[in-house]
């Protein structure tokens, strides 16, 4: 699949609002999780459909071993005169306090849940990459 294409699918998930999930939208900071989670800023939650519909930013497409039926991994960085800015937290387990700064937003497909998006660190996806998790596929 080429950008255009990702980008049709993100858009359709966005406008449907399954492309950010309970666990990852900041409006549910109040909800403590079991586990960690992301959770994109609140400038990006309220415009996601229109950071997904610009095409503002490139992809890295990533094979991820622990999915190897997947559709892969997707990493979306803003063109560097975007206007778009891709913050994010982590939220400790029981928490409801962010504490941890995400630079980078990752779109996954699942069974579950088809499209959805969720903040990372660069340095997790440089980690991944060296310990073998992650490997490029593409870049568009």
Do not use: C
């Amino acid at each position: 699949m080429d950008k255009s294409g990702l980008i049709s699918q993100w858009g359709q998930a966005a406008e449907s609002g399954s492309l950010l999930t309970a666990k990852h939208d900041p409006n549910n900071l109040t909800i403590a999780w079991q586990k960690f989670r992301s959770v994109l800023s609140y400038d990006l939650s309220s415009s996601l459909v229109t950071f997904i519909k610009s095409g503002e930013y490139s992809i890295n497409h990533y094979h991820d071993s622990h999915y190897p039926k997947g559709s892969g991994y997707f990493e979306a960085t803003p063109n560097p005169d975007s206007t778009f800015y891709i913050p994010g937290s982590g939220v400790e387990s029981g928490s409801i306090t962010p504490t941890q700064a995400l630079e980078r937003l990752i779109l996954v497909y699942g069974q579950n849940q088809s499209w959805h998006t969720y903040a990372e660190t660069s340095s997790f996806i440089s980690g991944a990459i060296s310990s073998g998790r992650l490997t490029l596929s593409g870049s568009y």
